[in-house]
T-cell receptor, first 113, second 108 residues
Framework: GAGVSQSPSNKVTEKGKDVELRCDPI?????LYWYRQSLGQGLEFLIY????????KSGLPSDRFSAERTGGSVSTLTIQRTQQEDSAVYLC???????????FGNGTRLTVT | RKEVEQDPGPFNVPEGATVAFNCTYS??????FFWYRQDCRKEPKLLMS???SGNEDGRFTAQLNRASQYISLLIRDSKLSDSATYLC?????????FGAGTTVTVRA
């Protein structure tokens, strides 16, 4: 069946531009995460959505980062005024519920020049 | 102290060998545990969940020791395709905590 889908797979942008990353979770999965992974580093938690509950935004590194999840399905992560340190792979994961294993998308590789 | 700690390795083993490594976690209330594998420049993929009674999936065996707060993964009859970074993942409430990963390289 269809897995977690992320787009674009690669994005190169100039410093200062805004970018929007998209995640389509597995159908019916109520829990959705955004993580990022810098080269050679571990996964860094960004934000968590669970159903209609208020999201946990505690991992967002600055107010330039925001995310939303419309209709409990598709999620977009927006980075405003991108900086070079934002360069990373942004991974989305979804799960049928908060206590089940998460499945990751292929990620969006963001490069800020 | 990090929430999840792993021996980074690398573990370099010949084909057919058995390799095992552990992961420790700090939160005694942690509820669920998983092993993921991550290939170079790819997303993490779920390898297996870890159950209290221990569980096997083919050549892979996972164990959980709640008293000592560690999880282990054992790979038998290792294949070249087992070369990857293995991530220990602990779920507390809804938050996933990732270890930094253990690198395994299987050589011919």
């Amino acid at each position: 069946g269809a897995g977690v889908s992320q787009s674009p797979s690669n994005k190169v942008t100039e410093k200062g531009k805004d970018v929007e990353l998209r995640c389509d979770p597995i159908s019916g999965h109520t829990a959705l995460y955004w993580y990022r992974q810098s080269l050679g580093q571990g996964l860094e938690f960004l934000i968590y959505f669970q159903g209609n509950s208020a999201p946990d935004k505690s991992g967002l590194p600055s107010d330039r980062f925001s995310a939303e999840r419309t209709g409990g399905s598709v999620s977009t992560l927006t980075i405003q005024r991108t900086q070079q340190e934002d360069s990373a792979v942004y991974l989305c994961a979804s799960s049928p519920s908060r206590d089940r294993a998460y499945h990751f998308g292929n990620g969006t590789r963001l490069t800020v020049t | 102290r990090k929430e999840v700690e792993q021996d980074p390795g690398p573990f370099n083993v010949p084909e057919g060998a058995t390799v095992a490594f552990n992961c420790t976690y700090s939160n005694s209330a942690s509820q669920s545990f998983f092993w993921y594998r991550q290939d170079c420049r790819k997303e993490p993929k779920l390898l297996m969940s870890v159950y209290s009674s221990g569980n096997e999936d083919g050549r892979f065996t996972a164990q959980l020791n709640r008293a000592s707060q560690y999880i282990s993964l054992l790979i038998r009859d290792s294949k070249l395709s087992d070369s990857a970074t293995y991530l220990c993942v602990v779920l507390n409430d809804y938050k996933l905590s990732f270890g930094a990963g253990t690198t395994v390289t299987v050589r011919a």
